[in-house]
């Protein structure tokens, strides 16, 4: 089984949720999509970090 993160209700979901454009995932487990906008910011932040060490010519 997969679950999803809704965005627009806010709630974990399975495959039978929200239209796809709604929802982040797939992810293995209740807790992972649970953790879904934690993880995307925890990643925005680390891509942003390497395009500023790539800008700056550090990396």
């Given at each position: 089984?997969?679950?999803?993160?809704?965005?627009?209700?806010?709630?974990?979901?399975?495959?039978?949720?929200?239209?796809?454009?709604?929802r982040?995932?797939?992810?293995?487990?209740?807790?992972?999509?649970?953790?879904?906008l934690?993880?995307?910011?925890?990643?925005?932040?680390?891509?942003?970090?390497?395009?500023?060490?790539?800008?700056?010519?550090?990396?």
């Amino acid at each position: 089984m997969a679950y999803f993160w809704c965005t627009d209700h806010h709630t974990v979901e399975d495959d039978t949720g929200c239209r796809a454009e709604v929802r982040l995932g797939p992810f293995p487990t209740r807790e992972g999509a649970e953790r879904a906008l934690r993880t995307v910011q925890e990643r925005n932040e680390q891509q942003d970090a390497e395009d500023r060490e790539w800008n700056a010519g550090t990396s």
